[in-house]
């Protein structure tokens, strides 16, 4: 069964950067073509999917986020990464790595959560 | 702002059927992207109940079942139980956005 934990600083200060791992268990980051993503939700925004990676692929990000975010994998620590740059109050939230499920039709869903890892930017 | 747009809460006694809608535009559900469905309870992570407008993953009763039509999607709880009290969200792919787009949300309240 695989599981997900999110794992980094949970305070960051406005304008800095905030790095979150994600590591993987019970399965491998390259086996079953699976690509991993990034959520984050706030009372704010909602749910909101900032981006996606696959080991052989450029990683697909999220237009509202592009420019400030880079995801990258480590398949030897079975972990994916995610930074957001200069950040600002509004990128606290609850950020959550997640597997997308096979594609059966057209888009991807997400069948696998981590448990969710609170970030507060504030100084 | 999010594009899929949810009535804020639905209720309903036990064992009574609620649905729960989800309208989108001719750039997501309108397109034909699919349209998957996420429970989720307080302090906890969301997860699948419904995935590719009708399908449940292991594991899901199926008491729970989607469906779309046109710009919209449903999600339909038949034989409502207590526990079922949560927060739904819809999710679909935007070709205007390109993005993927989560629901406002649905609070499920079980009178």
Request: aromatic share 12%.
């Amino acid at each position: 069964q695989v599981q997900l934990q999110e794992s980094g600083p949970g305070l960051v200060k406005p304008s800095q950067t905030l790095s979150l791992t994600c590591t993987v268990s019970g399965g491998s980051l390259n086996n079953g073509g699976y690509r991993w993503s990034w959520i984050r939700q706030s009372p704010g925004r909602g749910l909101e999917w900032i981006g996606y990676i696959y080991f052989s692929e450029p990683p697909y990000y999220s237009p509202s986020v592009k420019g400030r975010v880079t995801m990258s994998l480590d398949s030897s620590r079975n972990q994916f990464y995610l930074q957001l740059s200069s950040v600002s109050a509004a990128d606290t939230a609850v950020y959550y790595c997640a597997r997308n499920g096979e594609l059966v039709g057209s888009g991807y869903y997400f069948d696998k959560w981590g448990q969710g890892f609170l970030v507060t930017v504030s100084s | 702002q999010s594009v899929l747009t949810q009535p804020p809460s639905v209720s309903g006694a036990p064992g009574q059927r609620v649905t729960i809608s989800c309208t989108g535009s001719n750039s997501n559900i309108g397109a034909g992207y699919d349209v998957h469905w996420y429970q989720q309870f307080p302090g906890t992570a969301p997860k699948l109940l419904i995935y590719a407008n009708n399908n449940r993953p292991s594991g899901v009763p199926d008491r729970f079942s989607g469906s779309t039509s046109g710009t919209s999607a449903s999600l339909a709880i038949t034989g409502l139980q207590a526990e079922d009290e949560a927060e739904y969200y819809c999710q679909s792919h935007d070709s205007r956005l390109n993005t993927y787009v989560f629901g406002t949300g649905t609070k499920v309240t079980v009178l």
